[in-house]
């Protein structure tokens, strides 16, 4: 299993844009990658799935769609997650998991590793 470290939260006002970063410690080749987020007193909840290159797309909640775009660099080991025109509703704590699958899952429990997540507020 890879370790994994999310980085890049922080304060923003509504409207902007945050990047949110997640190093693993070894190869994530072979590893579907994904992003949680937790708001207060709620439960986790599915963000985006990006699956190893070439075996498909990256797909996303809802929620999220249009605003947020995950991405990976197999060569750094290291995933992003691009958040555009944030809201107060999106204010969370972001996680960051690996499947030890090609394939990606919007079930958390498909996930091996998670890191310790990153806060992002949202307010003005």
């Known amino acids: 299993q890879v370790k994994l470290v999310e980085s890049g939260g922080g304060l923003v006002q509504p409207g902007e844009s ?3 970063s997640c190093a693993a410690s070894g190869s994530i080749r072979g590893y579907a ?4 987020l937790q708001a207060p007193g709620k439960q986790r909840e599915w963000v985006g799935t990006i699956p190893s290159p070439y075996v498909g797309t990256v797909f996303y909640a809802d929620s999220v769609k249009g605003r947020f775009t995950i991405s ?3 060569a750094k080991n290291e995933v992003h997650l ?3 025109n ?3 509703e999106d204010t969370a704590v972001y996680y960051c998991a690996a499947r030890s699958s090609i394939f990606g899952s919007s079930s958390p429990t498909a996930y091996d590793s998670w890191g310790q997540g990153t806060q ?3 307010s003005s």
């Open 18 to 20: 945050l990047r949110l």
């Open 33 to 36: 990658m994904g992003w949680y």
């Open 72 to 74: 990976r660099d197999d």
């Open 82 to 84: 691009y958040m555009n």
């Open 86 to 88: 944030l809201k107060p």
């Open 120 to 122: 992002v507020t949202v």
